[in-house]
């Protein structure tokens, strides 16, 4: 793991910033030199993460966030840092010649009135909009490349419009009506210490919440409207899962006329026969959270029900992995010109 | 917990025996006086379940199933057995003028073709189906009261009917396009021996199930036709959630135009306003399993979504005691001539 | 729920205030009157606790804890505040006359000095140490009925206390190399906001805690040595087990020579066999958590290990409800001129 | 993962089979060409597997057990079966002339007659004993290079002799009254469909199990006595947690008059401060089962008990990777003169 590039972490606290450390620990052209946490400032990595003890990455102190510091430092830096903040190091970042995968939304959107409609920030670095990449490699590889900015998906999108493209791009389903039911599990919450998130409120329970107001909805809909080649409106809302790590969307939509199940499964194998991180289920088969845990994997399965004339696509991801880190990971690997596949190369974690 | 009205309980070993066994032990107007089991006849039912330890339940010896004994021992019994089986034994039964409360779906269906058609067994009692109630308590609770048979209704069902049912009874919704994406506590699976409900294949870990094809889909249909007044087709499906009991059901449907947010919740509000277990939660909050655990409530929250016109209804109950067996209990008071709520008082079990 | 002798609750928020208030809902000779927070005050119970929704006691408005007020308003008052707090809050209400049960420490530990050692904090009513009464009903029952104040137990010393007292009375195992290696649940570690009991940080996991150092040693070491009639010191030890409720303690002893196995059994029957709520398991079988879960019960199994001369006891309980609240009703039952089981005649709760 | 050495695995439906190909399909030196199993031979792996799914290692037909199919095919084959029938096959491979890491406990116990009456089955290959090598890398590793047969150590012995090997050997703890109380994940009990392991009879509890009589027992004696140089009995007991993998040992010694906590701690660091896999833990905190997950690692923490005059060691492993088949393909890399690291050099797998 030694004498790889140069890379920082910006926000080593949250689940986003652990993942990274675990998937990084195991990268051998990638040497992350600088973590920064303005709480725990000071500390070695194994302080806060004893699961690094003894290893390499374990050693290396968190220092403040120093933009300068960071320029000099590192050649990319992964920011996993709320919105808003994101935008401002980001930018800084940038500013310096230095490249950036943002995990935040501040890059996402880009139109600057819808980002500001559904976030309630002013975004102050517009001139850079234009120039960020959204960084889903199934669509975005090749930019992706050339990027000086990511931004990184959000990790209900990721499981939306991997499982939604293939079907709008081709026209088979209506873009009218679309429902995408999303289930996340804990680590989606974040890291922070609130009662709501308290072991004893979430174990053996389950619920829906934000409901229709969820702020990966426009980045849904753009990400659609892309592929669709019209402005797209969806229902969108999101449950909390007892469980570690995991998005399953189950998504519904109306076939239009005609439109046969082989004809829906030959438009998914063509969309991703040659992807290695999408995997089509057979036929009779559907996707279980437990079955990507800690890899990059999308797994999609759909079925077609005849008597209402739905195409029902349940999508399935580890949201700290392919919904966070690891694409970050993919992103920054592209950046820096080196295998997409490097530092990711790891199975399934099951049970 | 003595001098009860005698009752039995056909099919003791399964998570639906396990729970009336929890509710009569408290139950101080009906005694339990017969529990059998195939497998496990001989034993005492503190053998089986540890928790009735030191309960006078407890001390109650599991007999084989025999009709004739049942009969001149129970003034009603419970049927806690698979479907088909249970057409036999609680016809059976009936004929020989004792009550029954079925829970499996043998007298939900009042139409046997359709029937036949989902669970793929020839219905031989054809001529109770018209004697038969249905026994969701807010909608035919007086017909309970003389029934000789009384059909328990599923566990999704009962969530899915008691969300819709005002609003479709009004017509303020479409009786097109409504889609039901249900997720259910493991408990629901049974507690047969299978690999694919181990707690390794269950425990942190999400999956969608029986897309399209779930057997409670004609029940819903069937009483949602009769709230709505036409012939009704949905979008039923369902997911296995890592808890053990709990059912939560997201349900989309598309708002007449003009009708508001408010009148919807006046429909709610006169529907349910004096039904004990049925709780509308106040605008900005949302139902969750944990907080009907053990109970009978089903609690419903919901939301208008402006920007697709839509109206998404949550819904809450616990499968095992509203779902199942609290609910069997209900109609078993009504039936005896109890007030219904008799052994059911308990709050919510939390955390 | 109406017209009980009315009593008032000190910090509701917490688990054990929100397991009163689950346990008082369906208590008919007592009623809750005041319930107080000093962050949630002015709110009703169910906004903070939905699971109260339209029952009596959800519409109860929680105040800013008031001395006076509570004086004048309740019979007893329930403390679930942090121990010194506990202290003085209490100490004042029986000064005016007011019955006091005390869910802190700070009444359990008879020596000032042992105290103040293990809780670093001046113990400022010495005066009140005299009168207060352990509340173990088992072996305290007698003097709970005139007690003013009573200290609740803790909940591992609950689970401690009741599996050794009677060997160690009767004198048949070594007082010397006791190892009472204790696990609980995550509601015994409170209901603050701290990041090492969100979900994720829990859920999945196994770790030991607060070896050699846990204040629950001094109370458990106290009554041991009351049992014992002499000076007792133990190695307990204890885990934090990823389920919400119930505590498992397994306790080592070394059997004297020549004690046999059934003699042990003879020793339990005699202790126990009487009191309803602990239950000696029958050979070959062992406690669980889930068999004693919601209720005052604590579940006693234990094996003659011949190999090495050792008593091996395993004992469970509930520690929310017989591990706090459940023991403070029942203490306060016991207070109030009630029958003990008022309110606590709940079945285990399964699965 | 092409073109490694062949190996292969007879019985690979188990979780300790499943765990191997999780491991092997990410081993670029190791190629798995052969798994067995009678119930699903014909399927693809990835049929069972679906984690598998668009995995090299997915599309490997299961077979039928072949002994001499196997000794054709494969320069080694791992033994996930059940004890008895392995000393069978594992025998005729050995007879074959190839190498065998069996997972099961037949070569584990030097003494055929403790063995038999652990198991209460005829050893039928005692002639094996004496050349297979008890696979514990940290004190066996050079006979491990040379071996035809290695037994692969229990996960529960793993978790003790790392433990208490270092004062053992160094003889500053008692050799008598030793306790190992240990709590296991529910993985360890096997993938079979028993009721015991269902989700909702293990989820949301814990239990002791198997108290004195557990079967790993005399192997830990064994080990334990060659580090003390002495005939040893320890009382080792087990518990069920509701957790997927993990085991932590919590481990009672009393130490010698006169050692000191920083005597203790240098002994440790000399016996494994050049290990790899075993991280002693710093003063102050003590093992997770989470931050060993996946990995190889044993972490270790220890308290000293001043009043008790008691060592208190905690030691944690991942029971199907360290406590299985990740300690077999160590065992493996060594038998096959590969770099023992080789396929194992993942992270913790956090949250």
């Given at each position: ?104 939304a501040?890059?996402r ?25 959204y960084?889903l ?16 998906p959000g990790c209900y999108p990721t499981s939306a419009i991997l ?17 995408i ?35 990966h909805t426009p980045e849904i809909e753009q990400e659609l ?11 969108f ?86 919904g ?28």
């Amino acid at each position: 793991m030694s004498a790889g590039i140069p890379v920082g972490l910006v926000g080593v606290t949250g689940y986003a910033g652990m993942e990274l450390a675990r998937i990084l620990s195991g990268h051998d052209s990638m040497e992350l030199v600088r973590v920064t946490s303005r709480s725990d400032a000071g500390k070695k990595l194994s302080d806060i993460y004893p699961f690094l003890l003894d290893m390499p990455l374990g050693k290396l102190e968190i220092t403040m966030p120093d933009v300068e510091d960071l320029a000099k430092s590192c050649k990319l830096v992964f920011l996993a840092v709320p919105h808003k903040t994101a935008m401002d190091i980001g930018g800084r970042l940038r500013d310096m010649g230095v490249k950036v995968v943002d995990l935040s939304a501040d890059f996402r959107i880009r139109d600057r009135e819808i980002y500001e409609q559904w976030y309630k920030v002013d975004h102050t670095r517009e001139d850079l909009l234009p120039e960020a990449v959204y960084g889903l490699p199934e669509f975005y590889r090749e930019k992706v490349r050339d990027a000086m900015i990511v931004a990184n998906p959000g990790c209900y999108p990721t499981s939306a419009i991997l499982a939604l493209h293939p079907v709008l791009s081709e026209g088979v389903v209506e873009t009218e009506g679309i429902v995408i039911d999303s289930k996340s599990g804990t680590s989606g919450a974040g890291r922070g210490a609130k009662v709501g998130t308290l072991f004893c409120e979430v174990h053996d329970s389950f619920k829906a919440y934000g409901l229709t107001t969820h702020r990966h909805t426009p980045e849904i809909e753009q990400e659609l409207g892309v592929a669709a080649g019209e402005s797209m409106t969806v229902s969108f809302n999101t449950h909390l899962l007892p469980i570690d790590r995991g998005i399953l969307s189950t998504t519904y939509t109306n076939l239009k006329p005609g439109v046969s199940p082989q004809h829906v499964r030959t438009l998914f194998e063509k969309a991703y026969g040659n992807e290695r991180w999408v995997r089509v289920f057979p036929e009779g088969s559907l996707p279980e959270t437990r079955w990507v845990r800690g890899t990059m994997f999308c797994d999609i399965g759909f079925v077609v029900d005849q008597r209402t004339g739905r195409l029902i696509i349940v999508s399935a991801i580890d949201n700290l992995c392919r919904g966070a880190s690891g694409q970050a990971v993919a992103n920054a690997n592209l950046m820096l010109g080196l295998d997409i596949e490097k530092g990711l190369e790891m199975a399934p974690f099951m049970p």
